[in-house]
């Protein structure tokens, strides 16, 4: 399996030891819906993949997906809403681009895979920060509620990278299920085509009214992803 990076292999050692598995095999898990429309994806992409060839790495896309996401968030602050669903729009297509070129051309890395969730969780981050800037900093307990996504948001990524490093240790990782990520991203109820139709509908609709609502609804998923999350390593680690 691809070696883990030191920082989530830093996360888990602050854990409890945790009893050594009876068996290599990974747990059976259905087909997500985020796999099966990555496999979509990477065909729709492969095409653009080819055409740029070895001219452009997929680090670089990677950065450009950054710049693209950071700008959408700024166009959101400055409540510009046509700019940032372009900014957004954008990020998406080149992070979805980045890890197609490297498996098209052979150039997976496991720091192209750590540079890419970096990258998209800096985007998460900002997002929800530039949306409240441009539409709704004056909205009541709206920066309550921004602030329990964010929150969410963190103990989401911690348990799901920390889970991860688990099941890569135990040859349980990505390659055992077949995944092409860099490490095992576990299912569960919210994955990352949830989070593309939450920030879409927020950058298309949010507004003072609404997107309190919007980041209160999907605060909860997220925390039950969370819970959810929990309950299958408890059955499974």
């Known amino acids: 399996p691809p070696r883990m990076p030191p920082a989530f292999a830093f996360t888990c050692n602050a854990l409890p030891a945790v009893r050594a598995p009876q068996s290599a095999r990974a747990p059976r898990t259905r087909m997500s819906f985020d796999a099966r429309l990555r496999r979509v994806k990477d065909r729709a992409l492969a095409p653009v993949a080819a055409a740029l060839g070895r001219r452009v790495s997929p680090n670089a896309v990677t950065i450009m997906a ?30 979805g681009l980045d890890g197609v070129m490297a498996r098209e051309k052979g150039m997976v890395t496991d720091f192209g895979g750590y540079l890419d969730i970096v990258c998209d969780f800096v985007v998460y981050g900002v997002l929800p920060i530039g949306t409240v ?58 994955g990352g085509s949830e989070a593309v139709a939450y920030f879409s509908l927020s950058l298309a609709f949010g507004n003072a009214a609404n997107l309190a609502w919007f980041m209160a609804a999907f605060a909860l998923l997220v925390a039950a992803t969370i819970l959810h999350r929990l309950h299958w390593a408890y059955r499974n680690v």
Do not use: H, P
């Open 66 to 95: 950054l710049l693209a996401g950071l700008m959408s968030a700024g166009m959101a602050a400055k409540g510009r809403r046509t700019a940032a669903l372009f900014g957004w729009v954008v990020n998406r297509m080149l992070d």
């Open 133 to 190: 800037l441009g539409w709704a900093r004056r909205a009541e307990g709206v920066w309550l509620v921004l602030a329990l996504l964010e929150v969410t948001f963190f103990v989401n990524a911690a348990g799901l990278f920390c889970l991860a490093a688990i099941l890569e240790k135990r040859n349980a990782g990505a390659v055992a299920r077949g995944e092409g990520t860099t490490v095992t991203m576990c299912d569960s109820i919210v």
